[in-house]
């Protein structure tokens, strides 16, 4: 049987490592498992059991566009069609109080999630653009802090996603400014701006390129992995605070293998071949509950920002 292959971000643990587990246990997928640390992802896939001929590991560091350019490069020289790609990798440091940059100059968590991704991106294009396939999908990991239109959004926070008029990413990007809408640095909300302009990047590729190339662009919320590794770096009150909030309160927690499920199904079911949309599971959804497409923020769904972010992104990328 013929292969698709996939690539996926930051499969090291959490979601992005259930996920190369699900698409493995999968016939018809073979998985390029990117990530920074070879030694920790290879001990990973050992102790998953994933069959050793359904996954190839490769060195991808999203907050270096040096290593962006590499992996692609790299990905070129397996000489394999590339059929999806997720875009799962994230950094969440919000105990910083200073910011921390990125090998370009870039503010870490907006380089990572956002700069390395949207380069990633464009550059693998048109590597999927040539793949013979005839279901080829760019699925993108949301998050609920960055979505006021879902329950789990609308519950207060310090400092929401807020874009504001680029002039942080106008200006440079580049120290002292670490903020995309200029502002003081806060380091959860960077995350949370990055977040956004994941949102976007979806939007803005599904408009421009769609049509064209016929790939599926969309995005996922599969529930809130409250005790994934992505919040290590919280503080440790928080670490066991916020999973209990999310099981008894918002009713929103899955496990790290309900949520690799769903991103598998994502990338591979036939009823998830709509482009431009918002998977989501929601709260209070127990496991086997049909998905939705959600409704996204007044912000995520605003063509300005997306045409605005997208431009702005491509010059600090070396795009343009």
């Known amino acids: 049987m013929a292969q698709s292959t996939v690539i996926i971000t930051g499969t090291t643990s959490g979601v992005g490592l259930q996920a190369a587990r699900a698409l493995a246990a999968r016939p018809d997928w073979h998985v390029i498992m990117a990530c920074r640390d070879l030694t920790k992802m290879a001990k990973a896939a050992q102790d998953l059991q994933i069959p050793a001929d359904k996954y190839t590991m490769m060195q991808l560091d999203l907050a270096s566009l040096a290593s962006v350019r590499q992996f692609v490069a790299d990905f070129r020289a397996t000489g394999r069609?590339?059929?999806?790609?997720?875009?799962?990798?994230?950094?969440?440091?919000?105990?910083?109080?200073?910011?921390?940059?990125?090998?370009?100059?870039?503010?870490?968590?907006?380089?990572?999630?956002?700069?390395?991704?949207?380069?990633?991106?464009?550059?693998?294009?048109?590597?999927?653009?040539?793949?013979?396939?005839?279901?080829?999908?760019?699925?993108?990991?949301?998050?609920?802090?960055?979505?006021?239109?879902?329950?789990?959004?609308?519950?207060?926070?310090?400092?929401?996603?807020?874009?504001?008029?680029?002039?942080?990413?106008?200006?440079?990007?580049?120290?002292?400014?670490?903020?995309?809408?200029?502002?003081?640095?806060?380091?959860?909300?960077?995350?949370?701006?990055?977040?956004?302009?994941?949102?976007?990047?979806?939007?803005?590729?599904?408009?421009?390129?769609?049509?064209?190339?016929?790939?599926?662009?969309?995005?996922?919320y599969p529930g809130c992995v409250a005790n994934t590794a992505l919040f290590r770096n919280s503080y440790p009150l928080f670490q066991k605070i916020f999973p209990w909030f999310q099981k008894n309160i918002t009713k929103g927690y899955v496990t790290e293998e309900l949520s690799g499920d769903r991103v598998a199904m994502v990338v591979a079911d036939p009823a998830f071949k709509v482009s431009g949309v918002y998977w989501s599971w929601g709260n209070r959804q127990k496991d086997g509950r049909e998905s939705f497409q959600q409704e996204v923020s007044n912000d995520a769904s605003d063509d300005g920002k997306a045409l605005k972010m997208w431009d702005l992104s491509a010059k600090l990328v070396g795009m343009s």
């Not at 997720?86 to 968590?109: F, H, Q, R, T, W």
């Not at 049509?211 to 996922?220: P, Y």
């Open 81 to 220: 069609s590339l059929e999806a790609l997720v875009v799962n990798a994230a950094v969440y440091l919000p105990l910083l109080k200073e910011p921390m940059y990125s090998p370009d100059g870039y503010e870490i968590s907006v380089a990572t999630n956002h700069l390395g991704h949207f380069l990633l991106c464009n550059l693998l294009l048109p590597e999927m653009d040539k793949s013979p396939a005839a279901d080829k999908r760019l699925v993108i990991l949301g998050t609920v802090t960055a979505n006021p239109k879902e329950l789990g959004g609308k519950i207060p926070i310090p400092a929401p996603p807020d874009l504001g008029d680029f002039s942080g990413f106008e200006q440079g990007f580049k120290a002292p400014i670490a903020m995309i809408d200029g502002k003081k640095f806060k380091a959860g909300k960077a995350y949370k701006d990055s977040k956004l302009c994941n949102m976007l990047t979806m939007r803005e590729l599904h408009r421009r390129y769609h049509e064209s190339t016929g790939i599926t662009f969309n995005a996922l």
